[in-house]
């Protein structure tokens, strides 16, 4: 195992002391074992749940996680979100963008009854995100609408993660 | 000197005590009229003359039958209408709007309490009208009253074709006050035409 010294020069003794680098590089070097454990473990927890820093949404990924999803990413959501989908129970093409547009920080409306959306994104409209029922209700329902069947739990979680950072 | 008739003797007797009634009765008449106006009607203060619908702002029905169009007020369809619309949510004119069976328990009971054929129906006792209570239309701009209401529209001027509105089914387009459940024609407002002035 590697540790970095340093000379720092001598002691009052004329002995060369040696100075550790970083708590981390301290810790290698003292073995301290359990403090080392807890650090990885905390970080790799973090790493898993994804951490919106919203607990609903942090909640629903980590149950899509538990369904089979892998890591989330917002890319994907934001691609998801403007693909047009053909499906058999669809007259036309449809898209998350027909009813709330591209721009989820706007206002959209209702592609058929023209009744104005309030906007999906959290930072102008901050009641958005923060009710799991209403988060899977709708989820539910407008998978169904846009894509013909319900999304996947990597299709949900990747589409709450573009939300919630727009 | 001639003598006064028997008329005469009788008027004479009664002329004040008659005038003073008719007078009396006159000015109660009036005066009441002003107290009826200046508190409620004797009907009640619950604007029974109104199409103002009662009872609404329901969260529940707000939330989950707001969504997507206005929460219609219960009050323009009977308890067979809803009830109808109620159990077939998953194809709710083509589209799924199925909710939780909790929540449509809690909505059928709001809505049919409410409901045209209701005791809170009100003056919209009227939308019952023409129609088969036990087997109504479920759509609202389907009632005979509601065409009735509206047949001196322009459809494709002032409705269909007009970008603000687009169809029947947006009351609130021009009724301005129609979230809240009143409908009378000085709330009326049709986006590019103005206010309805008969």
Known sequence: ????????????????????????????????????????????????????????????LEEYQSQGATNFSAANGGRLWEQSVEHSKAPTARSCTQCHGNDIRQSGKHIRTKRVITPLAPSTNPER????????????????????????????????????TQ | MTRDTTMT????????????????GALFIGLSGFAQQAQSSWWGDDHEDEYYAK???????????????????????????????????????GEDASIDTGIRSELT????????????????????????IRNPPIQITELKYFERKHDEINDQKMVINNPDVGSFSQCQACHEKAEQGIFDEDTVNIPNFGRWDD
């Open chain 1, 1 to 60: 195992m590697q540790t970095t010294l340093k000379n720092t020069g001598s002691n009052d003794l004329g002995k060369p002391v040696q100075q550790y680098r970083g708590l981390l590089t301290k810790l290698r070097a003292k073995k301290h074992w359990p403090t080392l454990l807890l650090v990885m473990l905390l970080s790799l927890s973090a790493a898993a749940q994804a951490q919106t820093g919203n607990p609903v949404v942090d909640h629903l």
């Open chain 2, 109 to 132: 009971n709001f809505l049919t309490n409410n409901a045209s054929d209701s005791n809170n129906a009100g003056k919209f006792r009227k939308f019952t009208r023409g129609i088969d």
């Open chain 2, 55 to 93: 009872n609404t702002g329901n969260p529940t029905h707000l939330e989950e039958c707001g969504a997507c169009h206005i929460a219609y007020p219960a009050q323009l369809l009977p308890k067979a209408a809803w009830q109808e619309i109620l159990s077939n949510l998953d194809n709710h004119f």
């Open chain 2, 9 to 24: 003797k009788i008027m004479n007797k009664l002329r004040w005590p008659l005038g003073g009634a008719l007078l009396t």
């Open chain 1, 129 to 164: 995100l923060t009710r799991e029922k209403k988060i899977r209700k709708w989820l539910k329902r407008n998978c169904k609408w846009t894509l013909g069947r319900e999304c996947s739990a990597q299709e949900k979680g990747d589409l709450l993660l573009w939300i919630q």
